[in-house]
């Protein structure tokens, strides 16, 4: 099994469009979390003590990262779950695979174990670069330098991590079930943007939705990184992002996304056994 | 299920929806060491057997015992080498590179890759990506990963699609010497010379079916007499009488006679003694083609 993963964590690493998601999450991270709140502060006057300059200080690593992930992250990992199965029915790569040795369960537990350790540097690296924007700002603006503790860290690199699995398991599932990448990627980021984008908004008007918004990925991940010290204002306005709650509790978060990865990867799983193998 | 045969399918079947049958209560064995040639034209159902071998698709209903295992079983696959219609592979790695990712899902040493490049004659061209590989350089590729595992059994779909003739010629005698020792293969083309000259024993599907399974001898029967004779009727006639005739067939102006081939001089001497002129006579062989046309004759184009 070991050699089976290895072979999946080379393929991953070798591929283009695992480091292309990275760069554009990173980047992404860099000018919406720290490059223009940054530059609105000093546009409108400058000086410490103003909100958003709060927010891109270390004492607010955590917060100002962790509000991204829910959607932003989610999407782009949902591609990179597309990706490292879709594309194999389009190169007709799974028919090599299967036909070698450990079978296709074996091979489906590989691809996944590859996927959730390449998912650690999406987590990591993004925490990394925003250490490094938010200490740099600090010292040039003069303001103190008060880092979160190691043990909150921990827990935001772990939420963090969970909320991405879920969203790639997501994307695992689109792909194998369309058998390609195209379709996956389109209904992926159509479920997320106006499925649970639209009914969430649309419960502040119709009270019935609630119950099954609180059931929703964005809805659970936003209550888990509120959890963590992310504040509910700070989500409501970030564009195609924005969420506005319903919240639940962080166990309740924990126990429905959970939820959600164990039947992605019991749909993927079984769904790629049965399935044969024509193209 | 006997343990006698590499591979043995009984009234294997796969039908798509309720109108389409790919696979048509199939009966196959293939003996072990043996290079067996699987026939068929577009569309009889080749690619789907195969794929049904290793068990990338499912049979409807029948059953298929390979290496004495279920199709897809772990331990059946470590002792199968398979390229099973265009060979596939990652196409941002290089054909080196590929290899080494199969080698760690099959659990063989990546010592075995080097080997296995120079075979296939790729060492020169295996750091290249497998997307800038010609179509006979991808074969060559997918016949190497096939041999990664060293594997008992060999499963070849139309190894020489795509290679030029010199190509092809490497190719037949690579696989004429694969199939050497205990080592089986299983080949599937439509290359008739190809297969003349490579297999031990030659299985024709049409629609779905196996029509003939048999030495290439075997399958191409008996020689037989060709004579061209004037007039056509007074010869047959007169031939028919002789002594030994077993069969006589005019057909394009011939005469193809089934005899004892000792008898062409009597036949001629016949003839000339009737007055009726004898411009050829001569042995005649049939081609594996003419048997194959012959038996896959009205084959449906099929989806």
Redesign the interface.
Known sequence: MI??I??EV??LR???STWILLGIWITMGAVFAYAFPYVTYRNNGGGPGGEQFADVLPQSLVSNLLVGFPFFGGAIVLMLGVLSFGSEYG???L??????????L??FG?KLAALGLVLAPFVGVIFVVGAIFSYTIAQVEGAAVDWPSAWLVIQALAAGWFILAVWAMLGVMLAILSRGTALAIGVGILYSLAIEGLLSALTGQISLLEPLVELFLRSSAYSLVVELGVSGEAMADRGPGSFSGPFVDGGQALLVLGAYIIIFTLVSGFTLRQR???G | MSDSYVIETNNLTKRYGENIVAVDGLNMRVRHGEVYGFLGPNGAGKTTTLRMLVGLIRPTSGQVKVLNEEPGAPEGLARIGAMIEAPAFYPFLSGRDNLRVLAKYAGVPETRIAPALKEVELSARSGDTFGTYSMGMKQRLGVAAALLKDPELLILDEPTNGLDPAGMAEMRDFIRNLGQGRRTVILSSHLMTEVEQICDRVGVIRNGSLVAEGTVDELRGRDRLRVKATPQAEARDLIMGLPGIERVEALNGHLHITADLDEAAAINRALVYGGITVSEIRVEQSTLEEVFLELTKGQEIRA
């Open positions: 050699g089976s290895a072979a080379f393929v070798k591929r283009a190169w007709g790569t028919k090599t695979l299967f036909t070698q040795r450990p079978g296709r074996r091979i590989a044969d193998v024509a």
